[in-house]
């Protein structure tokens, strides 16, 4: 059974950067894709970015340019670099072995492999 834990959050003045990192119980990263969601209150939980097998990331529009995914499978960790923060960045930040972006809404609210979450709090 997948087993992830988040941590890195906290709280930031806008423009701050975070690095978010994601361990993981072993031969998760064999999946095909791993990636980043995020849910503040009052919305649904959303991918924001993902990394494949081959390396390639994708994000979505609204962290394009700000935040990079990345992978280090020696320590079988994810990594989510945060720059330039706005507040609504703010969220629960979750991993997951899914393809971020592309997942459906409905789908992320079936899933029930999600980790305990770490809280990003940016202030304006």
């Known amino acids: 059974q997948v087993q992830v834990v988040e941590s890195g959050g906290g709280s930031v003045q806008s423009g701050g950067s975070l690095r978010l990192s994601c361990t993981a119980s072993?031969?998760?990263?064999?999946?095909?894709?791993m990636g980043w969601f995020r849910q503040s209150p009052g919305k649904e939980r959303e991918g924001i970015a993902a990394?494949?097998?081959?390396?390639?990331?994708s994000y979505a529009e609204s962290v394009k340019g700000r935040f990079t995914i990345s992978l280090e499978n020696a320590k079988n960790t994810l990594y989510l670099q945060m720059n330039s923060l706005k507040a609504e960045d703010s969220a629960m930040y979750y991993c997951a072995p899914l393809c971020g972006p592309h997942v459906p809404a409905s789908y992320l609210k079936e899933y029930n492999h999600w980790g305990p979450g770490t809280q990003v709090t940016v202030s304006s």
């Open positions: 072993p031969n998760t990263y064999s999946s095909y894709c």
């Open positions: 990394i494949d097998g081959g390396g390639a990331t």
